[in-house]
């Protein structure tokens, strides 16, 4: 009988080329390994033999893949996810559960929602038991299409291809001030009421519908000084202790608000309306767990939508 796996590589050859790639160094791919880095040299050799095709170019005291290196640690990501994920629905099994979605929020981490959600989505489908992936959301599209989460929910307007969204509720995008700032009693900001003060961002890059694409550009204006902090959760804080303002979900955050020590502003006259949707790979089916829980939480928020900016 043929051997399950590969009769060239085996998993600990898959493990090696994944800590390869995410480790910065060979000592901390043999560390994570839980081998020496001369083990993990004569792994790699091992690997290669076996194959008749060279992984890894040095470059100065690290390794570069190449293009079979390439192709060969994309298909073990994929592996190991696969075994990870059917591990924990083997183990979830014994309760019941026949399938483990997991879930992403875009960006924010916003999970404010999930315990009166998941008492009601554990009721109507107890077989599906929901996992929460924090790792996906910076790269949330990128985490989707390597398997690493199988639905997220983010207000990104403009989608890659082989991308199935479906709409959940409206939100807007929000000046964010502190307590007793200039602008904390004004009804609506324009761009010009950002030029006094640091910008605070999780991100640099322009992306459609959001602020540069629907302020700045629109009113040929910019913050003199825009700061990329990276976490949402250290630009609230940042904001209450008064190191400058953002722009930033109001669903997302709003309970930041509830502390009163953060003030939401609609920005510009008519508001900067965004659409959260559930987002998942396309081509999975209306059966698929992934697809049963989008249409869980599109009749979830509607019966429950999220609080507006006068709330």
């Known amino acids: 009988m043929d051997s399950i796996m590969s009769r060239y590589l085996s ?9 390869v790639a995410r480790c910065s160094s060979m000592a901390d791919a043999a560390r994570s390994l839980l081998i020496t ?37 994309q298909t ?35 999970f404010h929602w999930l315990p009166n959600f998941l008492p009601w989505f554990r009721k109507t489908h107890p077989g599906i038991e929901i996992e929460i992936e924090t790792e996906g959301a910076q790269s949330p599209f990128d985490a989707l299409f390597k398997g690493r989460i199988d639905l997220v929910i983010s207000p990104d307007s403009v989608l890659p291809g082989q991308l199935d969204a479906v709409d959940l509720f409206e939100d807007e995008l929000v000046a964010v001030v502190p307590l007793g700032h200039a602008l904390a009693k004004r009804k609506y ?7 006094n003060d640091p910008f605070l961002t999780y991100s640099l890059v322009r992306q459609p519908g959001y602020e540069a694409d629907r302020i700045w550009t629109p009113e040929n204006v910019l913050p003199p000084r825009e ?39 609609r920005a510009t006259q008519d508001g900067l309306g ?32 999220p609080y507006g900016i006068s709330a």
């Open 189 to 195: 900001v324009n761009g010009n009421d950002f030029l």
């Open 274 to 305: 965004i659409t959260w949707r559930a987002i998942t790979k396309s081509g999975s089916g209306s059966d698929a767990s992934e697809a049963i829980l989008s249409k869980a939480l599109v009749d979830w928020f509607h019966n429950n939508p």
């Open 76 to 110: 073990a990501e994929r592996i190991l996810e696969d075994i990870e994920q059917s591990e924990r629905v083997a183990i979830s099994s014994s309760e019941g559960i026949r399938h483990v979605v997991r879930l992403s929020v875009a960006v924010y981490a916003a």
């Open 11 to 19: 998993l600990r050859h898959f493990e090696m080329l994944v800590s």
């Open 37 to 73: 880095p001369s083990a993990l040299t004569h792994r790699i050799r091992e690997a290669e033999r076996r194959l008749g095709v060279q992984l890894y170019e040095k470059q100065g005291r690290n390794l570069r893949p190449t293009q079979a290196g390439r192709i060969l640690t």
């Open 227 to 265: 700061e990329n902090i990276g976490s949402v959760e250290a630009i609230c804080e940042l904001v209450k202790a008064g190191f400058g303002i953002s722009i930033l979900s109001h669903w997302a955050i709003h309970p930041q608000f509830q502390s009163g020590k953060l003030v939401p502003v």
